[in-house]
């Protein structure tokens, strides 16, 4: 298991809050303040968001702060992650 598992976990379910919201990328960055290209990375699980960038989305998005590290995808993956240290 690599980080980089946990960053594509995390990029799915912000790509899958994202869409249950309804949003472009474009409407999400003017909500959240974050450029629309770190969403996208962010998304496609390049780069992982800092905290605080993660709230931002989150807020922005309308689902409770820390729901998107709850995710049954991102909990599996830091769960792999861990277990492997």
């Given at each position: 298991m690599r980080q980089e598992d946990?960053?594509?976990a995390v990029g799915s379910a912000l790509l899958d809050a994202r869409r249950q919201?309804?949003?472009?990328?474009v409407e999400l960055s003017a909500l959240s303040g974050i450029d629309p290209a770190a969403i996208s990375r962010y998304e496609l699980?390049?780069?992982?968001?800092?905290?605080v960038n993660l709230l931002r989305l989150e807020r922005a998005l309308g689902i409770g702060d820390g729901v998107t590290i709850q995710h049954p995808a991102v909990k599996a993956a830091?769960?792999?992650?861990l277990g492997d240290k």
């Open positions: 946990i960053a594509e919201a309804g949003l472009t990328q699980g390049v780069g992982m968001p800092k905290v830091v769960d792999l992650w």
